[in-house]
């Protein structure tokens, strides 16, 4: 599976951007999806989940109520609308994808995926 993501940029603290990632190689609606961010000096962390199906969504508590996950199975991409950005947002943002079985399961662990993308990077100004 490869993965393409884009749409990460420079933005103002309360702006919006929206995250894109495209897949190819495999069906795509057999894999779970999810972002993880990482900023300078930190693990790479957990942001967002979406089931193969779409049913099942997840967000860190950091993120809820700001981000929302989503996904186009017809089109092989998967989305991260972000909204409300704060300067703390900063990182390289990552798609992440694995196959499943189940139709809801999204894993939060970052060693639970084994296909990446290669990273957009998001920056929120103060």
């Known amino acids: 599976v490869q993965l393409q993501a884009s749409g990460g940029g420079l933005v103002q603290a309360g702006g919006s951007l929206r995250l894109s990632c495209a897949a190819s190689g495999r069906t795509f609606s057999n894999y779970v999806m999810g972002w993880f961010r990482q900023a300078p000096g930190k693990e790479r962390e957990f942001v967002a989940g979406i089931s193969k199906s779409g049913g099942s969504t997840y967000y860190a508590d950091s993120v809820k109520g700001r981000f929302t996950i989503s996904r186009d199975n017809a089109k092989n991409t998967v989305f991260l609308q972000m909204n409300s950005l704060k300067p703390e947002d900063t990182a390289v943002y990552y798609c992440?994808?694995?196959?499943?079985?189940?139709?809801?399961?999204?894993?939060?662990?970052?060693?639970?995926?084994?296909?990446w993308g290669q990273g957009t990077q998001v920056t929120v100004s103060s």
């Open positions: 992440a994808t694995d196959f499943v079985a189940s139709s809801y399961y999204v894993p939060f662990a970052k060693d639970d995926y084994d296909y």
